[in-house]
């Protein structure tokens, strides 16, 4: 992005700042945010909004640690829109013999986070493993949540994967 480091477009003022978003200004990570309706959940309905590719949108899901395996984290996985998470590619890559996803309101109360506004810029440090699916590599900058419904962050992959020390899987399915 060459813009100046932090760009704020479309959101409404007085507009009050994210964790997200003062994680990555903290961490000198430049980021646009974007709105969108925050009755929308859905990433590939998002993408279009934003007018771009749904490989550059990215949810963010969650997944609970397997019982019994206590040395496997919870889990927080970065995919594309249009993608499906495949629970056993990431089983076979965290060691865990089965996992399952988290239902909305497990992922909720995990997170502390509505569904549609999960984000792991804003769950640094609160013992989730971070995962980020390998296709995007492809992308300059990718979309993430920006911690509530209705804002998305514009952030290099670069940025995003250092700041969250995500590891890469590919863990998606087009």
């Not at 997200?20 to 974007?34: C, R, T």
């Not at 959940?41 to 019982?67: H, M, S, Y």
């Not at 997170?111 to 971070?130: D, E, M, W, Y």
């Not at 949540?145 to 399915?173: F, P």
């Amino acid at each position: 992005m060459e813009h100046a480091p932090f760009i704020i477009r479309y959101l409404p003022a007085p507009m009050q700042k994210t964790l997200a978003m003062k994680v990555l200004e903290g961490q000198k990570v430049a980021y646009e945010a974007v709105t969108y309706g925050s009755g929308s959940r859905d990433a590939v309905k998002i993408a279009a909004i934003f007018g771009v590719p749904p490989e550059q949108v990215f949810k963010t899901l969650v997944v609970p640690a397997p019982p019994k395996q206590p040395r496997i984290k919870p889990m927080l996985v970065m995919i594309p829109a249009n993608a499906q998470l495949n629970l056993k590619k990431l089983a076979k890559i965290v060691g865990a013999k089965k996992l399952a996803m988290a239902k909305h309101a497990e992922a909720e109360k995990m997170t502390g986070l509505q569904v549609g506004g999960i984000s792991p810029l804003a769950l640094l440090n609160k013992r989730f493993a971070i995962y980020i699916d390998e296709s995007a590599k492809t992308q300059d900058a990718i979309f993430v949540s920006a911690g509530v419904r209705g804002i998305n962050l514009k952030v290099e992959t670069a940025g995003l994967v250092k700041v969250t020390k995500a590891r890469w899987a590919g863990v998606a399915d087009f």
